[in-house]
């Protein structure tokens, strides 16, 4: 470790080791080495305060997650309503707009919703197997989530066949899909936490709307939450 070398509290010229008085301007000055000590001191509680990340994979259940299926239909829900927004808007401009349009719009935009959720659920029973393999890792600043093993193969497959699919409603999907394989939420951002024990579950949430889904482990549950309750204590203060 570096010596750090002593200053006067008065006039700030560096003091010899030893040195009681300050050679520079004659002042009453502490030890060198007392100094030094708190310093040394200072230092070795830091790094005992400061805990190392942890990780681990868990395997999430799809079609049986509440939290899953709801952040799947707000994904369907946007992308679908954002197309049919796009094609009323063109229309309405245009001046080809007319009631029986518009219902048959948002007619096409249920089918197609419709149908995306009965291809979602089977995709996630017969493709996935209702699991999903994530690796988690948790810091002082924030929690990292990424798709791993055979999960990840499958989602690139997936977002692949969606992005080219020639249709605006599963390409947004698909883009949506692709961008948050790896995704980090700073404590900063969670302004709470939910869990559920049985599950070995932890929600964050941010004004209400959950951002991460954290899958634990029997043997890690109670110290990811002990430490994600304290991260986020410590930045409401």
């Not at 009323?88 to 349009?101: E, K």
């Not at 959950?210 to 899958?215: N, S, T």
Request: proline fraction near 3%; glycine fraction near 6%; hydrophobic fraction near 40%.
């Amino acid at each position: 470790m570096e010596t750090i070398k002593a200053q006067c509290p008065k006039c700030g010229a560096d003091l010899e080791e030893g040195s009681v008085f300050c050679e520079n301007c004659g002042a009453l000055v502490e030890r060198a080495e007392n100094l030094q000590s708190e310093y040394s001191n200072g230092d070795s509680l830091n790094q005992k305060n400061k805990k190392n990340p942890i990780s681990w994979n868990a395997n999430l259940p799809l079609i049986t997650s509440s939290v899953v299926i709801k952040q799947l239909l707000f994904a369907l829900v946007a992308s679908n309503l954002c197309v049919l927004i796009f094609i009323l808007t063109v229309d309405a401009f245009s001046g080809d707009l007319t009631l029986q349009r518009f219902l048959n719009y948002v007619l096409y935009t249920l089918i197609i919703f419709g149908s995306l959720s009965v291809l979602a659920a089977l995709v996630m029973l017969v493709f996935y197997g209702n699991r999903y393999e994530y690796k988690f890792t948790l810091d002082e600043t924030g929690i990292t989530s990424e798709t791993v093993g055979k999960t990840k193969k499958k989602n690139a497959i997936i977002n692949f066949l969606l992005i080219f699919s020639g249709k605006p409603g599963p390409a947004g999907t698909g883009l949506l899909a692709a961008s948050r394989q790896k995704e980090k939420i700073a404590w900063s951002k969670v302004d709470r936490i939910q869990t559920d024990a049985n599950k070995l579950e932890i929600v964050l949430r941010r004004k209400g709307r959950a951002i991460m889904l954290i899958r634990c482990t029997p043997e890690n549950y109670a110290e990811v939450l002990h430490r994600a309750n304290e991260a986020v204590n410590a930045q409401k203060k």
